[in-house]
Nanobody, 116 residues
Framework: QVQLAESGGGLVQAGGSLRLSCVAS????????MGWYRQAPGKQRELVAA???????NYADFVKGRFTISRDNAKKSVYLQMNSLKPEDTALYYC??????????WGQGTQVTVSS
């Protein structure tokens, strides 16, 4: 059974930083594309950043230059370093794992709140 557990969210002032972590179980993480998505109240879930099996990354335009995704396959973990946070980054952040058959798995989410 695939399980993803996010942590690291919280309340931070604008301009501050947070580091989100996602630990996976029930999967061989190295075989999965991993990503971070977010969903703000009243909005659709959107991709924030993703990292492929080979380590290639892609970012949403609204976080380029501020957020960095990384993975540690040995620790079955993926991270999202978030710098220069803005109030509009406030959302529930979800960890995602996608296999070669495009099956998607989700964590429960971790809340990030950025005050102005």
């Amino acid at each position: 059974q695939v399980q993803l557990a996010e942590s690291g969210g919280g309340l931070v002032q604008a301009g501050g930083s947070l580091r989100l972590s996602c630990v996976a179980s029930g999967v061989i993480v190295s075989r999965y594309k991993m990503g971070w998505y977010r969903q703000a109240p009243g909005k659709q879930r959107e991709l924030v950043a993703a990292i492929t099996v080979g380590g290639s990354t892609n970012y949403a335009d609204f976080v380029k230059g501020r957020f960095t995704i990384s993975r540690d396959n040995a620790k079955k973990s993926v991270y999202l370093q978030m710098n220069s946070l803005k109030p509009e980054d406030t959302a529930l952040y979800y960890c995602n794992a996608a296999d070669v058959l495009q099956r998607n798995y989700w964590g429960q989410g971790t809340q990030v709140t950025v005050s102005s």
